[in-house]
């Protein structure tokens, strides 16, 4: 598919825990075209977070091919799978993982910090990027002057500042109360609005429901992957 950003076949992901061989995942075969909203599902133990690590390019799988933007990224090593993570995904957790001495500006620009980009380029990116997440205001706030939902505006701003392909996000909403949820919820949405492809783990059915397509993992293994209301 010429659109698609990601797509993987017959993915599977093995491990050997002591005398156990876990099949974290099985035969994942889907795609993820440019521009769409997908949330991944599943029960404890399902393979989302296995799953979410092999796209994001934290993890390389044991069997299958995975293509991100036309490259097969399964059959990388580490220093390219670096490069490829660093150019083309933002990450956003559940933990917001800003530096506390920092200011939102800075904890922006660290990416591009690590990328060798320019102070002023570093600074126009940073700035724009925490304008799109509505903290054009809050620049020079350190964490701790922060809400909540603000810090983890912050955390998006810095996934963004890259201008990655994709934007991956796991549990973003875990450590908030549902007020702040919807807040945050709210960013994303703009962001997609805004031509973003966006992947995004939850175990909360309120939150998937801003989603466009619902993928649900059980046991490693694609259980239903389906169209929601919102991309009506």
């Not at 076949?9 to 075209?33: K, N, T």
């Not at 939902?149 to 701003?157: D, E, H, K």
């Not at 397509?213 to 389906?226: C, F, H, K």
């Amino acid at each position: 598919m010429p659109d698609c950003v990601i797509q993987t076949r017959e993915l599977s992901r093995e491990y050997q825990l002591g005398s156990e061989h876990i099949h974290a995942l099985r035969d994942v075969s889907f795609a993820i075209r440019r521009n769409e909203y997908v949330v991944i599902m599943g029960p404890s133990g399902s393979g989302k977070s296995t799953l979410l690590n092999v796209i994001g390019c934290l993890d390389s799988p044991t069997g299958g091919e995975y293509w991100l933007n036309g490259q097969e990224v399964s059959r990388m090593g580490d220093l390219a799978l670096a490069r490829v993570r660093n150019r083309e995904i933002g990450f956003v957790f559940q933990t917001f993982n800003l530096l506390p001495r920092a200011t939102a500006l800075h904890n922006v620009e660290l990416p591009l910090v690590y990328g060798g980009h320019s102070a002023r380029e570093r600074r126009l990116r940073a700035t724009e990027a925490l304008a799109r997440v509505g903290l054009a205001d809050r620049m020079d706030h350190r964490p701790n002057e922060l809400s909540g939902g603000q810090r983890q505006r912050v955390a998006i701003a810095r996934a963004l500042v890259s201008r990655p392909s994709i934007l991956l996000a796991d549990e973003p909403t875990g450590n908030l109360d549902s007020a702040t949820s919807q807040e945050i919820m709210q960013v994303f949405h703009r962001l997609h609005a805004d031509g973003q492809t966006i992947v995004l783990v939850t175990h909360e059915l309120d939150i998937a429901a801003h989603a466009q397509r619902v993928v649900t993992l059980r046991d490693g293994r694609i259980a239903s992957d389906e169209r929601t209301r919102s991309a009506a």
